[in-house]
């Protein structure tokens, strides 16, 4: 059996894995256009806060390949799918054959129609690869002014800036929501956010978007214009608004794409053995009852992992996903889980607020959907679990809100055991055995 894998990241090594594990035979080759075996994507604004390095970023150990016995192809970008005569094309004109395949290539950065802004300069650029971070890297000690201007406010564009501020650059987010993480967070929980990121060197515009980029003779940044006709001085650009799937090249290919990749339940395209995962697909929401794209990492993995087994013959079905961020800014840790604004007026919202912790619990009904945790994250493994298992709980909601979780028995249908012990369990072992255990350290 040949397997063919494009993308070389999360979704695409938790597939190879998941082949490996129930086949030890079969050949398994992965494609990447980059050319670094795989990296903690993630971590490319570590690199620039030399959080991590050339040595660190790596996402697994240096003879990966070897070991597993996978043929890793980097530096080569698949231009083509031929799921007739199963064949993917290379840019250098080579033809893989494949038995199966699963289609891994995550997003592209998407750029919003900006005047004057040229990606080929090197003040200017997308974040989302590690080549992005050392180009950025190299801008930053060009930049005479030390001013950086970063389009989004959305978790790439945080992280882009935290990554500039520390290399020196007094940092603008430019944000068109009228809040920093806007789809995650809400008004409160984004102005403490907004704070926080003022008080460390990061300015906030928020309602506000870049129209035009005035350019030096040599192409090169000197300022932006915003919107509302304001001027701010620019070396650096960065755009930052989120990605897309990265589906270009499979256009004639025969596999249905509405907006992401369409896939069933066990991770198969709409072409027999053609799979795929991560952010390039279409999954279902669990939370929201509809398909969306969900671009986070363990979603990736959980997606290539089920796609894996079923390609290698053994069934498993995916039950979809749903939104989980963690991450800190300047030390104010945040965690958003599932529903964190109410979709209609059935749904209610439980505050707690302190001067320097929100907790807030998004309800359907007794069935706990959402939650933002901001300052103190405690509990969130737990109630990350809760929402995804969509139980009814809402006469613990002051335990949840005050971040006191510990041990509880709700409803007879779950356990959650000591917060130390560091997981929690569902009642029920027979029915849900792959996610009746939630690691959430
Ligand atoms: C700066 C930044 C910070 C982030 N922070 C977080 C976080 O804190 N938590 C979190 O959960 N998620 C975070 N994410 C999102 C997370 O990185 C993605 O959800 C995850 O990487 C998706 O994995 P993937 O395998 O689907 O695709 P990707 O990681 O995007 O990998 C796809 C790979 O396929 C390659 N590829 C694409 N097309 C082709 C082709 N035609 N031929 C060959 N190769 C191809 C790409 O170059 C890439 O190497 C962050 C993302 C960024 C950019």
Redesign the pocket.
């Known amino acids: 059996m040949k397997y063919v894998i494009?993308?070389?990241?999360?979704?695409?090594?938790?597939c190879a894995d998941a082949i490996r594990r129930f086949d030890k035979s079969g050949e398994v080759v992965i494609?990447?256009?980059?050319n670094y075996r795989?990296y903690?994507?993630?971590?490319?604004?570590y690199y620039l806060e030399g959080k991590t390095t050339d040595e660190t970023i790596w996402y697994k150990e240096d003879d990966y390949y070897e070991k597993n016995d996978f043929k890793f192809m980097p530096g080569?970008?698949?231009?083509s799918v031929d799921t007739v005569s199963k064949k993917v094309v290379?840019?250098d004109g080579v033809k893989l054959d494949y038995d199966k395949l699963f289609i891994?290539?995550?997003?592209?950065p998407f750029i919003p129609p900006t005047e004057g802004f040229n990606p080929d300069s090197p003040m200017m650029g997308t974040?989302?690869?590690f080549d992005d971070a050392k180009k950025m890297e190299k801008a930053a000690k060009l930049a005479k002014r030390k001013e950086a201007i970063v389009v989004g406010g959305g978790?790439?564009g945080l992280?882009?800036s935290e990554g500039l501020r520390a290399l020196g650059l007094h940092t603008t987010i430019v944000e068109l929501l009228p809040r920093v993480l806007g789809l995650a967070l809400d008004e409160i929980s984004g102005n403490i956010t907004s704070k926080r990121l003022n008080e460390n060197g990061i300015d906030t515009a928020t309602g506000e978007t870049v129209t035009k980029i005035n350019l030096d003779e040599s192409g090169n940044p000197v300022s932006v214009i915003l919107k509302s006709g304001k001027e701010l001085p620019a070396d650096i650009v960065v755009v930052?608004v989120g990605?897309r799937p990265?589906v270009?090249?499979l256009e004639g290919s025969g596999i249905k794409i509405d907006r992401g990749i369409i896939v069933d339940k066990t991770m198969m395209t709409s072409v027999k053995d053609v799979y795929a995962?991560?952010?390039?697909?279409v999954i279902y929401d669990i939370i929201n009852k509809r398909p969306n794209i969900i671009?986070?990492?363990?979603?990736?993995?959980e997606?290539?992992r089920v796609a894996g087994t079923n390609m290698a013959g053994v069934y498993r079905e995916y039950p979809g996903g749903m939104g989980?961020?963690?991450?800190e800014i300047y030390g104010l840790p945040i965690v958003t889980i599932g529903l964190t604004n109410p979709a209609n007026e059935s749904q209610k919202v439980y505050i707690f607020q302190d001067e320097n912790v929100y907790r807030k619990l998004v309800y359907d009904g007794e069935v706990l959907v959402g939650a933002i945790l901001l300052g103190d994250i405690s509990g969130s493994g737990i109630l990350s679990a809760i929402i995804r298992q969509g139980l009814k709980c809402l006469k613990y909601k002051d335990e949840f809100l005050n971040g006191n979780i510990y041990s509880f028995v709700i409803d007879n249908e779950f356990e959650i055991y000591n917060i130390n012990e560091g997981y929690a369990l569902r009642g029920d072992f027979e029915d849900l055995p792959e996610f009746s255990r939630t690691n959430w350290r």
């Open positions: 494009i993308g070389n990241s999360y979704a695409g090594l938790s494609i990447s256009d980059e795989a903690a994507r993630p971590l490319i604004s080569k970008k698949v231009v290379l840019e891994g290539p995550g997003g592209t974040f989302t690869k978790l790439i992280k882009a930052g990605v990265n270009g090249f995962g991560g952010d390039a697909v671009a986070i990492v363990p979603l990736a993995c997606e290539g989980l961020n963690s991450v």
